[in-house]
């Protein structure tokens, strides 16, 4: 292993590097690096070698589990599950000398852009004075003229700015592209850091890499600093979990603290938005917007959205809304924008831009057009505003000499018809980086995105690092990439000697609080069936554990009374096919997930309704979630009865998990609101079917086996099952955690602590239900218990499930309630 590193990276740091490697000296990023960033490197690689006993491969296998446990993930267009976020362990490491470099260069560029967006949604000089085309701004759909003369509350368009950037061959960094309506990757890079700190241990603090904590302070106080009051709430709204990015948006909001809320989650009210909460409407007083601005407000942009906030423009207008980006921002992302700005710098700013662009062509002018056509064999051609054109079906990118002679002439009548849909850009040799590949090292090409966010004081600042993109096919002719590329940390290294950059001054302690923070009305209800899907997955494999041993023992009825219960009791919740006997029917239930009551459904459902709640499930928690399902030898009652084992322990440990990691919030009471009642509902269900009159002892020492009872019934009747102990001991014995009095007194417990909408002094629904089924209950005696009161009180429990749900949960809209108002705060 030793050679291997050697081969690439030296045996000893004061030996030439080009000695061991093969490569362009100046082309190759560890190559061109000074003499401290290359030992910094070869440090980290040679630790990584050191920690896997040589065996770098290991490596990856390890960062990948690490992976899997923070819950990184990502969609591409068109998938239904998230695909695992991939990311390599060799990070880019940039010496700070040149990193000094480019930030200098990203400050201006963020300045520049700036002030573009300010002209063009106000005085619009650079369009009247010929230094841009109005046809390049109004043919962009992202240029919003229901934004032209209305500023952003602080004064600022841009708040979080995302720039990818290529190093060429030479050394010298170009801007590809700029991102400012949806900084995508900041979470990422996040994300990135912390996993692999997590993998490698130490090594990034060996090297001196920066840390980048201080950038998302300066992200989250910049946002607050727009607001009006002194605490202010703010949001990041998503577009829902289907949404590329949505596991970044979710990870990005609980490191912030910000609330996740989607669209319909919002409401606008007399110039404010606010959150529809458990406890009525909370006020929100600036949002981070993940949907592109004519998604954001049906009324004021396209009317088709159903991602948006209807008259959220107005909360803008009264200056009660801050929003970052601003509505509009988008139009300087064009890909022809990049072939005006060195001349809008030197208008603007009064300087030639530092950082400078890939070379662009815009084909709206003539003698643009005609060199692009001239020229296609050296250029990439693209989409002008990044939407669908012909022979770019999907607005992106595409070598002008992959064109047929045909499509050739297709481009030729495109542009007659409308040019300024087109761009060109040059093609830029990419560096190169050291990326593991197997077991041992290799250059490969790779690309960096960079994150500016706004601090308190309206400064930029630069995350120390980003988000690497790195080619694993050793090509990467345009900013594109595949999908077999890899994610990389990047990270900046303090070289002996040189000055750190200046700390942010620490801010003073925070006031002690206890505030539970909001808990949106979707939340809660998401939560409410995270519990009562866990709970039927859990009793759903204790009914076929059951109905297995019954089938395997010796049956004392004769007639198999018991396993036919058992088996009617699966079918009843669309666990199995009565049919199917009883190893059909355990199988169906612990198995198939087309049994829309079985336990893989449930577990499904469970993974489901965890995507959207990222932002409040600890990593054991999502750990737990995601491991792999039980699985069992078809026909075997031996393997079956070792799964469903399994299913009762993991639906058993995951809510274990969450209870030790959720403080005892609102959140909470909904999670196990919703558990009890379904444990409250499914144990009425259960003695339906096995304490029913007529019923054997078999049967009714099933129900004790389902509410985990046998050993306390034997130690106080020294008898075989009888129906009145067991029904005391299933409903009315309120030291039985599985009992139904014991679910109902927690039912209770928790509607008296939710929050009340009434103003007239009077209980809600949901609590005067809650009253009258725990009285109810206590009010029984074993031997009244029939199927009237059973059936009465499962019906009563159906009735306090819809009162919750229309209480607290997203209805359609509808006008605040008469017997009482919404809150206000």
């Keep these: 292993m030793e050679s291997q590193i050697a081969d690439l990276f030296g045996p000893d740091p004061g030996e030439d590097p080009l000695a061991y490697y093969t490569g362009d000296p100046q082309a190759d990023l560890f190559l061109a690096s000074p003499a401290g960033v290359a030992a910094s490197w070869r440090g980290f690689v040679s630790g990584l070698a050191r920690q896997s006993d040589g065996q770098l491969a290991q490596v990856q296998a390890q960062l990948d589990r690490h992976v899997d446990e923070l819950g990184l993930a990502f969609r591409l267009t068109g998938d239904v599950k998230e695909r695992p976020w991939p990311l390599g362990p060799v990070p880019i490491l940039i010496g700070a000398a040149e990193w000094a470099g480019i930030e200098d260069g990203l400050v201006q560029r963020a300045e520049l852009l700036e002030a573009v ?39 600022h368009h841009l708040k979080v700015y995302a720039v990818d950037l290529a190093r060429g061959p030479t050394g010298e960094w170009r801007v590809l592209a700029d991102r400012v309506r949806l900084t995508m990757g900041v979470g990422y890079a996040l994300e990135n850091r912390q996993a692999l700190g997590r993998a490698t241990g130490g090594l990034l603090a060996a090297a001196g890499v920066r840390r980048q904590s201080d950038f998302f302070d300066a992200l989250r106080e910049g946002i607050a600093a727009d607001c009006s009051r002194s605490e202010p709430r703010i949001a990041l709204l998503t577009p829902g979990r289907f ?17 996740l809320v989607e669209g ?71 890909r022809a924008m990049a072939a005006f700005l060195p001349r809008l710098c030197l ?16 084909c709206g002018g003539r003698a643009e057009r005609e060199y692009v056509l001239a020229h296609l064999d050296e250029l990439v051609l693209s989409s002008s505003f990044r939407t669908p054109v012909a022979l770019l079906p999907g607005g992106t990118t595409r070598p002008g000499a992959s064109l047929s002679a045909q499509e050739r002439t297709q481009l030729r009548g495109a542009m007659a018809r409308r040019a300024i849909d087109y761009s060109a850009q040059e093609i830029i040799p990419l560096s190169t980086t050291p990326c593991l590949v197997g077991n041992h090292l290799e250059p490969r090409s790779f690309t960096l ?95 076929a554990r059951t109905l297995l041993e019954e089938a395997s023992g010796p049956q004392a009825d004769g007639g198999g009374g018991t396993v036919d219960r058992l088996a009617r009791l699966l079918s009843r919740w669309g666990a199995a096919p009565f049919w199917a006997g009883p190893l059909g029917a355990a199988e169906a ?76 919030s609102e959140a909470w009471r909904f999670l196990d609101l919703g558990h009890s009642i379904e444990r409250a509902s499914l144990v009425l269900q259960a003695v339906q079917e096995l304490a029913a009159p007529g019923a054997r002892s078999e049967a009714l020492s099933a129900l004790l086996d389902l509410i985990d009872a ?58 005067r239900l809650a009253r009258s089924i725990y009285a109810t209950i206590e009010g029984l005696e074993a031997e009244s218990v029939g199927a009237a009161v059973l059936d009465d009180l499962l019906g009563r429990l159906a009735q306090l499930s819809d009162a919750i749900g229309r209480r607290y949960f997203l209805q359609e809209t509808r006008p605040p309630p008469r017997d009482g108002g919404v809150l206000l705060g």
């Design 347 to 362: 208008r603007l700013l009064g300087e030639p831009l530092r950082l400078p662009n890939a070379a662009t062509w815009w």
């Design 449 to 543: 995105r960079a994150f500016l966010a706004r601090d308190a004081f309206g400064a930029w600042q630069v995350l120390p690092g980003g988000l690497g993109r790195v080619s694993q096919q050793g090509d990467l002719r345009t900013s594109l990439m595949g999908l077999g590329d890899l994610s990389c940390d990047v990270g900046i290294v303090d070289q002996p000697g040189m000055e750190q950059p200046a700390a942010q001054a620490a801010p003073g302690p925070p006031a002690v609080r206890r505030a539970q923070g909001l808990l949106p009305s979707q939340a809660a209800d998401n939560l409410y069936w995270f519990g009562r899907y866990a709970e039927r997955c859990n009793e759903t494999a204790r009914v």
């Design 589 to 664: 239930a612990l198995g198939d997930e087309e049994q829309t009551g079985s336990a893989p459904a449930h577990d499904a459902r469970l993974r489901s309704l965890a995507l959207l709640l990222r932002d409040r499930l600890s990593r054991d928690a999502w750990r737990a979630l995601h491991r792999p399902p039980p699985g069992f030898t078809s026909g075997s009652a031996e393997s079956l009865i070792a799964a469903a084992d399994a299913w009762i322990e993991r639906s058993a440990a995951l809510m274990r998990l969450i209870a030790d990691t959720m403080s005892r």
């Design 243 to 259: 949404n590329q990015s949505y596991p970044e948006q979710a990870l990005l909001a609980r490191h912030l603290g910000f609330s």
């Design 117 to 155: 967006i300010a002209d063009l949604y106000g005085e619009q000089s650079l369009v009247t004075g010929g230094h841009l085309p109005a046809a390049m701004v109004s043919g962009s759909p992202h240029y919003a003229r229901r934004m032209v003369g209305l500023p952003p509350r602080g004064g």
């Design 710 to 767: 046998q050993a306390l019934y034997r130690s106080r009747y020294l008898a075989l099952p009888h129906a009145v102990p067991v029904i005391d001991l299933a409903l009315l014995d309120p030291l039985q955690p599985r009992g139904l009095i014991f679910s109902a007194r927690r039912i209770l417990q928790h509607a008296e602590a939710l929050p009340g909408f009434r103003q007239d002094g009077r209980a809600d629904s949901p609590l």
């Design 264 to 334: 319909r989650d919002l409401v606008v009210r007399e110039g404010r938005l606010f959150v529809r909460t458990i406890a009525g409407l909370k006020r929100i007083d600036a949002l981070w917007r993940w949907i592109n601005t004519q998604g954001i407000d049906p009324l004021n942009f396209d009317t088709r959205s159903r991602i948006g906030v209807p008259g959220l423009l107005s909360a803008c207008e009264s200056g009660e809304l801050a929003v970052a980006n601003w509505m509009g921002a988008g139009v300087v992302e064009s």
